[in-house]
């Protein structure tokens, strides 16, 4: 077995590319010479990048050239109670970040949802979406795509179902311009955040497409899925799952416990998520949502680009006579608790703590749990964020906390 220095060695001399190092040696050993590589290339130490709790086997199929790991901050927020379609408990939520305060913020806010008797929280719609892209000759040829794709749904959810043990076609929608056909394909992937199931399903059915229709397939992602871009058919049709979790909290824990009124927090929501992002031509109408999706990503090894769609999120505020309503709604939340990041140990651990790693019974329970529960957290970091906005409290938490 090769060690670590005469790899490096093989690589400067232009004998090994660097992905072919594991063909020569163990992962820990081919990541130990990817290091000292990059060592005597550049002015880097790499010392604390090639500290890692677990054998670099284990992320084979999260990254290619492995070097090391990146160690994010990992802190809990809660527990807070959650009553959901299918998180039902209290529970303590894993979020991984660098950003000073947030933690504070967030676990703020879920010790006041606590303390009025948790949150409530269900997926609306769920599935993931993949919409490849045809060339036809031109109107007449894409209309003859589009009556076959109707007229022919049972045997595109045949094909494309043929490729996986899970997934299910839910919808197939057309979309012509000019000489362009995208058909939008929408997947139920059960506890997979489903990705690459809904590119390998669609890549069969787009060949029955060509097979059966006068279309060329030119893109097998035209763009209109839409993924990992800010698109408003995501906000509006949602992908992967959209959530909603609301609470009613009384005025006097509001009071006592957030230092404002909510009639300060609807005005401050009102004013900044709702008419503040419509000026701005935004997507999100809300504070800062993505902080807590993103945190909550990279505990538990989601996709961290796809925090893109789970920024499409609205805040609602509303003022009553003896409590403060309040709610988000994300309309394209990408979660799994299955393949991709959640298999990595620290990741694992952290979906553990929620009780919801791997499969769930019946399949996708685990899925939409972990959905409800970030949705809870978002609205958590909501609540805490406007309440300090309307309090004038914002500057001095961070100056407290040395943020």
């Known amino acids: 077995m090769t060690d670590a220095d005469d790899l490096a060695e093989q690589v400067l001399a232009g004998d090994l590319r660097l992905y072919e190092l594991e063909d020569h040696a163990d992962h820990d050993t081919a990541a130990a010479a990817r290091r000292k590589l990059l060592e005597s290339e550049t002015d880097a130490t790499l010392d604390t990048v090639g500290q890692y709790a677990f054998p670099a086997e284990d992320a084979e ?43 504070a913020s967030v676990n703020r806010g879920c010790s006041v949802i606590d303390s009025a008797g948790g949150a409530d929280a269900r997926v609306t719609k769920q599935g993931m979406t993949r919409a490849p ?6 109107i007449t040829e894409a209309e003859e795509v589009v009556n076959w794709v109707r007229d022919n749904r049972d045997a595109l959810a045949e094909t494309a179902e043929s490729t996986t043990n899970h997934g299910e076609l839910l919808d197939v929608t057309t979309y012509v311009v000019g000489d362009s056909v995208f058909l939008r394909f929408v997947y139920d992937t059960k506890d997979a955040m489903g990705m690459n199931m809904a590119t390998i399903a669609t890549r069969e059915a787009a060949s029955l497409v060509e097979e059966e229709t006068p279309a060329s397939l030119v893109a097998l992602s035209g763009n209109l899925c839409s993924d ?38 609807e005005e401050a929501n009102t004013r900044k998520n709702l008419v503040g992002s419509a000026k701005a031509g935004a997507l999100g109408f809300n504070a800062h949502a993505a902080n807590v999706v993103a945190a909550a990503f990279l505990a538990t090894g989601q996709d961290a680009a796809q925090v893109v769609e789970g920024s499409n999120a609205i805040t609602t505020v509303e003022a009553r006579e003896d409590e403060l309503y309040a709610s988000v709604s994300i309309a394209s939340l990408e979660v799994g608790t299955v393949g991709g990041g959640t298999k990595l140990p620290t990741q694992a651990e952290a979906l553990d703590v ?45 100056e407290e906390l040395g943020r």
């Open 61 to 103: 199929t999260a990254i290619e050239n492995m070097v090391g790991t990146i160690q994010v901050p990992l802190g809990v927020a809660g527990p807070v109670a959650v009553s959901g379609g299918s998180a039902d408990g209290e529970y303590y939520l894993p979020l991984a970040t660098t950003e000073g305060a947030l933690l």
């Open 133 to 138: 892209v045809f060339r036809v000759q031109g």
């Open 228 to 265: 990992k871009k800010p698109a408003a058919i995501n906000a509006v049709e949602g992908r992967g799952r959209s959530v909603t979790a609301d609470v009613k909290i009384p005025r006097e824990v509001v009071e006592e416990r957030l230092h404002t009124t909510p009639e300060a927090i």
């Open 354 to 398: 929620l009780g919801l790693r791997g499969g769930g019974d019946p399949a996708g329970s685990n899925a939409d749990a972990l959905a409800e529960i970030i949705t809870v957290g978002a609205l958590a970091g909501e609540l805490s964020l406007l309440a300090a906005l309307a309090s004038r409290h914002l500057s001095s938490a961070h």
